[in-house]
């Protein structure tokens, strides 16, 4: 059962840049996919980027350009970086398999853009 552990989250003005980091406490090397969430305050929790274990990235069209997720399997973790954060980029952000496991859920990372 891999668990995953979200970091990098924090305060940042608008047009700032924030790398988030989703380390997973086994192997990720047979995992096919991991995707990064997010989920604003008052609204649904919605796949922001996936990658595949080929490297085959995935983007929210909200995010496209602005956004690159990555993996180091050597690490067992899955980054996010972010740059040009906008405002509605606030949220907390999760990473989780893709389709998602319900047991697999953590506590998330918050992201706070301000303007």
């Known amino acids: 059962q891999v668990q995953l552990v979200e970091s990098g989250g924090g305060l940042v003005q608008a047009g700032g840049s924030l790398r988030l980091s989703c380390a997973a406490s086994?192997?990720?090397?047979?995992?096919?996919?991991i995707g990064w969430w997010r989920q604003a305050p008052g609204k649904q929790r919605d796949l922001v980027a996936s990658?595949?274990?080929?490297?085959?990235?995935n983007y929210a069209d909200s995010v496209k350009g602005r956004f690159t997720i990555s993996r180091d399997n050597a690490k067992n973790t899955v980054y996010l970086q972010m740059n040009s954060l906008k405002p509605e980029d606030t949220a907390v952000y999760y990473c989780n398999l893709r389709p998602p496991r319900l047991e697999v859920w953590g506590q998330g990372t918050l992201v706070t853009v301000s303007s």
């Open positions: 086994g192997s990720i090397f047979s995992i096919d996919v």
């Open positions: 990658i595949t274990s080929s490297g085959r990235t």
